[in-house]
């Protein structure tokens, strides 16, 4: 299918109950980390920013920031949102893409449709339903088509800017040309950042889609007013063809997967590996002498073996799966500032090694994995299996699982009223009417 005809003319009969039942996930899931990620220092920043330097006319449209009340411009809530989900790396992504659409997509989407709300213009479950299937899944084949046609490895930001971008036009009401002209300035302006830089140095710069967010927005607007950028040349053309060839017959969509632990997901192999070994052997942090793990080429270079920030430690292998060692888990708790001098960690931590294993690197396309070898104090050895991450569509996170994930962040955040409110209207966002969507809204948009 041509992507402008996709965009212009998806419906949600369109989409087969596997994807709905996705975004039933995706939804309470990214809330859930956006409220625990509203208490970053990420997150302050940026909303002070956008408070300050990015407020919008009431008569052309504002918007909500999330979980925060104030009214700025759509690029400005879309610019915190991302930058806060982003904040706490726990959302959802694609392993083929290696990338993440709903943490610039999501807020996006939600920018523009309370935009629309702010002007008496009516917005239904349905029609964010369908803007967020095209979000996604224009991200995703855009993140592709950049991977397989560049050199760089770049962030999510590049690719979810012209994700954004289509679904805007839609929830806008672009037509086919403005719509063109939407993406390709979205893809033109979007973040081209590169996330090895990011992982070498971690810093608040994350994944790219706090600037990934709002060029998406601003793209749909300038196209609107008259402004040109045509073609999105990884979305139209021959070159990009390869993944596009079965857009509406096959869906990116379908391979979300989700975070059990809030760190980067080229750790959690390691992770895995070394909590069954924990778990199985019935060991205590105590009796580890010495820790090798065996990954893949992208995650050895992730490092990190005495962070110096959040920052750091969530952009890292070592010290997480030292944490996961001593505390026997990786949650909220484990995401507070004195975590990084805990001194049971740190040993831990400095008596790992880490190596690349080539046939592990070879193995590591749209699956990661890892294994892990523990050296014990009474001189044994144990060697894990190697392991890939929970949490893929082959091997999901329960119903349960992400239950249990949510509340942990959104209940000491919200309340637990209010969370299991936003939790319930979350899941079945697609079914709520206009007048419903704006008590949805109220809940996940005031502070």
């Known amino acids: 299918m041509d992507p402008i005809q996709f965009i212009q003319n998806l419906s949600s009969s369109d989409l087969p109950e596997d994807i709905k039942a996705v975004f039933r996930r995706s939804m309470p899931d990214t809330l859930g980390v956006a409220a625990v990620a509203s208490l970053t220092e990420i997150t302050a920043i940026t909303r002070k920013i956008a408070d300050q330097f990015w407020r919008a006319d009431p ?40 990338g993440h659409a709903g943490s610039a ?4 989407v939600l920018a523009f449709a309370d935009m629309k709300m702010s002007l008496g213009q009516p917005v239904t479950g349905d029609d964010l339903l369908v803007a967020l299937a095209i979000g996604y899944e224009v ?13 760089d490895y770049h962030t999510s930001g590049a690719w979810t800017a012209v994700g954004l971008a289509a679904a805007g036009s839609r929830l806008l009401g672009l037509d086919a040309e403005q719509t063109r002209h939407a993406i390709g300035i979205a893809e033109y302006h979007g973040p081209r950042s590169q996330m090895m830089r990011c992982i070498e140095y971690p810093t608040m710069l994350r994944d790219g889609v706090g600037w990934g967010a709002p060029s998406g927005v601003m793209a749909v607007l300038m196209a609107q007013a008259g402004f040109t950028g045509a073609p999105a040349i990884t979305v139209e053309g021959k070159e990009a063809e390869p ?14 997967h989700y975070k059990a632990y809030p760190v980067c997901r080229w750790a959690h192999p390691a992770i ?10 019935d060991l205590q942090s105590e009796q580890i002498e010495g820790v090798r793990i065996e990954t893949f080429k992208y995650a050895v270079e992730l490092g990190g073996y005495t962070p110096t920030s959040l920052d750091e430690m969530t952009y890292a292998i070592v010290f997480p799966v030292a944490v996961m060692i001593a505390r026997g888990k990786i949650g909220i708790e484990e995401l507070q500032p004195d975590i990084i001098t805990d001194p ?15 046939a592990i690197t070879q193995m590591s396309i749209r699956k990661r994995w890892a294994r892990v070898i523990l050296r014990l104090k009474n001189g044994r050895i144990l060697t894990s299996e190697v392991m890939s991450s929970k949490g893929d569509p082959e091997d999901p996170l329960s119903d349960g699982d992400l239950a249990e994930k949510y509340h942990s962040f959104a209940d000491p955040v919200l309340g637990v009223e209010r969370a299991v409110k936003v939790k319930n209207m979350a899941e079945n966002f697609a079914d709520l009417s206009e007048k419903e969507i704006s008590i949805f809204f109220n809940l996940i948009l005031e502070s």
């Open 105 to 108: 997509v999501v807020p996006g």
């Open 59 to 98: 008569s052309m449209g504002e918007a909500r920031m999330l979980y925060d009340g104030r009214r700025v411009s759509p690029a400005g809530a879309a610019f915190t949102g991302a930058f806060m989900i982003d904040s706490i790396d726990a959302h959802d992504g694609n392993s083929g893409v290696k």
């Open 272 to 281: 895995n590996a070394v909590h069954s070994l924990m778990s199985e052997n």
């Open 344 to 358: 049971e960690i740190l040993r831990l931590s400095v008596a790992t090694e880490l190596v690349e294993d080539p």
């Open 139 to 151: 991200a995703y084949r855009s993140g592709h088509t950049q991977h397989g046609t560049v050199a």
């Open 243 to 256: 993944w596009w060839h079965d857009l509406g017959s096959r869906w990116e969509i379908a391979e979300t």
